[in-house]
């Protein structure tokens, strides 16, 4: 009877080792894309909600404008047919026009939050469009940078383990050989096959554990 070529059935089982890890390593590879296409999703879904809350915001600002703007008009107008009443007591038509001004200018600005004007009744526009999008903005995610910060990193890690399995692919390669060819090569080509999956395995730990290297222009 021939006996066992324990090298070989080493080689075998390397093979079917290195197979099952590039089994993970490919899993976690698609994992990363996952989470790079639903992080990309979420940057997308903050970045309409913030330019909605911007539109709304800008919205309201303008009717508070509109609001003020008639409020000045109405309020000089008033104050000109009331100065005009007081210099013609007899004619009372000037009179209704100063109180129906009034009354118009009131209502413009009954129209404006207060805390919108300034010392010198003027109306503060950052104040007023600040404040519009920091009440719009709540309970709602509209920071889009976190999320397409989290896509680059996810993705940039599905590259490196893809990388990864194009190395353990020379691995396989290798031992491949290891195994077909029956001279002293064959053991160099095993010591390259063990090395290369080694550092294959070391790069896909540090990968996962430690997050892959990050390169910015």
């Known amino acids: 009877m021939e006996k066992p070529d324990r090298l070989r059935t080493f080689i075998a089982v390397l093979i079917a080792t290195v197979t099952v890890v590039g089994a993970i390593i490919a899993w976690r590879a698609a994992v990363g894309l996952s989470d790079a296409s639903s992080a990309n999703t979420r940057g997308i879904l903050a970045t309409v909600e913030r330019e909605d809350v911007n539109t709304r915001a800008t919205i309201t600002l303008f009717g508070h404008l509109a609001a003020y703007s008639a409020f000045v008009r109405d309020d000089a107008l008033a104050k000109a047919y009331s100065d005009l009443a007081g210099a013609n007591p007899q004619r009372t038509d000037l009179t ?15 129209l404006i939050p207060p805390a919108y004007i300034d010392r010198d009744e003027k109306l503060d526009r950052q104040r007023d469009l600040g404040e519009n999008i920091a009440q719009g903005s709540l309970n709602k995610d509209i920071e889009p940078e976190p999320h397409f910060a989290d896509a680059g990193i996810s ?11 194009i190395l353990l692919g020379a691995v396989l390669v290798l031992l491949t050989l290891a195994d077909a060819i029956q001279n002293l090569l064959r053991y160099l080509l095993l010591l390259g096959g063990v090395g290369l999956f080694g550092i294959s395995m070391m790069i896909a730990l540090v990968i996962e554990f430690f997050g892959p290297p990050i390169f910015t222009p």
């Open 96 to 110: 209704n026009y100063a109180r129906a001004f009034r009354l118009a200018a009131n209502y413009a600005q009954d």
């Open 155 to 165: 993705q940039q890690k599905a590259q490196w383990l893809l990388a990864d399995l």
